[in-house]
T-cell receptor
Framework: ELKVEQNPLFLSMQEGKNYTIYCNYS?????LYWYRQDPGKSLESLFV?????AVKQEGRLMASLDTKARLSTLHITAAVHDLSATYFC????????????FGTGTRLTIIP | DTGVSQDPRHKITKRGQNVTFRCDPI?????LYWYRQTLGQGPEFLTY????????KSRLLSDRFSAERPKGSFSTLEIQRTEQGDSAMYLC??????????????FGEGSWLTVV
């Protein structure tokens, strides 16, 4: 059974600092997603990573994928308050199904 | 608004009652998913449709749960004889099979269920 672990679970950081959220998964996968969720809201798609070495960037967020290590990272550069949210990674196993398995989420709080 | 639409957004029901949620996916999206999310947790997969065919179903989906997508467009999720443990946000999502785009999955705003 596919397991997805994120760390840290909680992250409090000052504006202007850099940090990285890690997502480890237990079996081979062909697709990894990053989502953002604000309190009481739905999930906003951030990135879809398809292949080993894939790197995508949008604003202050950059995601990368290492399929050999079964690891994805979400890097935050020069954090601003608007980035405060919960971030989830989700993995689709490459066994022909469409089920996504989500991590437990990282609750990020940016302190002025 | 061309996003995934869910209705109702909030539902409070008494234990033992039946509830039904509706999801309208993004137009032309042939894939539709239902997930459930409880407070402080990530979403959990419930079921998946490609067009009108229900292709995957989680073991979480007990006999009290049923989902349909009769014409390959909107979908309904029905919960019979609700229990307090069913209280959660039910999320619908849709996507279009497109290996080039990577099959981005778009989520709706969710339907909050509270069973009292």
């Amino acid at each position: 059974e596919l397991k997805v672990e994120q760390n840290p679970l909680f992250l409090s950081m000052q504006e202007g600092k850099n940090y990285t959220i890690y997502c480890n998964y237990s079996t081979t996968s062909d697709r990894l997603y990053w989502y953002r969720q604000d309190p009481g809201k739905s999930l906003e798609s951030l990135f879809v990573l398809l292949s080993n070495g894939a790197v995508k960037q949008e604003g202050r967020l950059m995601a990368s994928l290492d399929t050999k290590a079964r690891l994805s990272t979400l890097h935050i550069t020069a954090a601003v308050h608007d980035l405060s949210a919960t971030y989830f990674c989700a993995v689709r196993s490459n066994f022909g199904n469409e089920k996504l398995t989500f991590g437990t989420g990282t609750r990020l709080t940016i302190i002025p | 608004d061309t996003g995934v639409s869910q209705d109702p957004r909030h539902k409070i029901t008494k234990r033992g009652q039946n509830v039904t949620f509706r999801c309208d996916p993004i137009s032309e999206h042939n894939r539709l998913y239902w997930y459930r999310q409880t407070l402080g947790q990530g979403p959990e997969f419930l079921t998946y449709f490609q067009n009108e065919a229900q292709l995957e179903k989680s073991r979480l989906l007990s006999d009290r749960f049923s989902a349909e997508r009769p014409k390959g467009s909107f979908s309904t999720l029905e919960i019979q004889r609700t229990e307090q443990g069913d209280s959660a946000m039910y999320l619908c999502a849709s996507s279009i099979a497109n290996e080039v785009s990577g099959n981005t999955i778009y989520f709706g705003e969710g339907s909050w269920l509270t069973v009292v």
